[in-house]
């Protein structure tokens, strides 16, 4: 592999880490993992969602968070919304960037946002208008990129045509997401050759969960594939309420250990990130 290559990081567990977790996390903790996590060097962190409550009670304070989360020049603070309402209570609060999320599969589009994939995009529309508005990126998530806990093996093909939908929209980067971790790498890399060949490497990043412990064996072939950009959490935290059995997300400190080990630089400080991952697995003991 490339000695001098950088490779951005994307840190999601102050959301899909911690939105996963039974008991309800304090917002001061969470601020002070954003924080720790914002001092180790991580320069995206999605840091809350705008959802309801009612479905994912432990993000019930995302106006909150958004608002007292660290800035900083070199911080890009992330927010999921599922749709126009969300949107602009994220853009009030001071957001720097909005995720919008669907599925290459019918079946967990369903259960998760309780609509049609078509419908899901219908309603990002309005979402990606409002951000380009405000000078607001717009990032898109593909759940269900390689299986699905209701279908099984998802199609490659309906994970590009997904993903192009999404770009087609607006979105500046689209998330390939493994979401139940059943991935081998000769999978992915399957559904990596058919999303780049409608779009190029510089647009995606992966979303790799750890359940079968092969996420940094498909995070190699993601790079082999000239993908730079990765999702992950501190500590491993997260998993999916709509995804029976799925593992958290691929250890941040196992990603930048893996790369830095290969010659990649990710600008994460080690020392400081091992803080904020102490910091992260101790949220997910009181939290259980």
Known sequence: MSGDRKVTIVEVGPRDGLQNEKGIVPTADKLNLIRLLADAGLSRIEVT????PKW?????????VMRQAPRSARLVRSVLVPNEKGAEAAIAAGADELAVFTSASESFASKNVNCTIAESMQRFIAVVRIAKAH?????????CAVDCPYEGAIAPGAVAAVSSALRDLGCYEIALADTIGRGSPDRVDLMLQHVLERIPASMLACHFHDTSKRALENVDVALMRKITTFD?????????????????????????????????????????????????????????
Not at 49 to 52: G, H, I, K, L, N
Not at 135 to 142: I, M, N, T
């Open 56 to 64: 994912v009670p432990q993000m019930a304070d995302h106006d909150a």
């Open 49 to 52: 969602a705008f959802v309801s």
């Open 135 to 143: 000078g607001l990126p717009v990032r898109g998530y593909v759940s």
């Open 232 to 288: 992950s959490s501190a500590g491993g935290l997260g998993g999916c309420p709509y995804a029976p059995g799925a593992a958290g997300n691929v250890a941040t400190g196992a990603i930048v250990s893996h790369l830095h080990k290969c010659g990649y630089s990710t600008g994460i400080d080690p020392v400081g990130l091992l803080i904020a991952e102490d910091f992260a697995l101790g949220l997910r003991a009181t939290a259980r």
